[in-house]
């Protein structure tokens, strides 16, 4: 399969915004999708996923400030951040799976991205 490719990572004041892209193509209709991210020393944790229809789930640090979509004909997942603090910052992952519904947990998932690095500033 083709591989997952995120972008839109940088570094941002907190308060900042940003705004991840994943080409997904082939994945994104009728596949479970979802964002984790990592920070050094940490475990991957799930950030927001997104059911093969459409149904989003969300990590409790993320609700309110974070929102999952995608776009199926433009073949892309997008993560919209809002609101980022510096504990946001890390490595975020884009993540697909042949699965109808989706969880947060890492090891269900079996398609990764190389990540996008985002870094947040006081």
Known sequence: RVPLVESGGGSVQAGGSLRLSCLAPGYTYNWSMGWFRQAPGKEREGVAVVDSDGRTKYADFAGGRFTI????????????????????????YCTADQALVATMVPTFFDHWGQGTQVTVSS
Do not use: A, C, V, W
């Open 69 to 92: 979509s995608r776009d199926i004909p433009k073949d892309t997942l997008f993560l919209q951040m809002d609101n980022l603090t510096p504990e946001d910052s890390g490595m975020y």
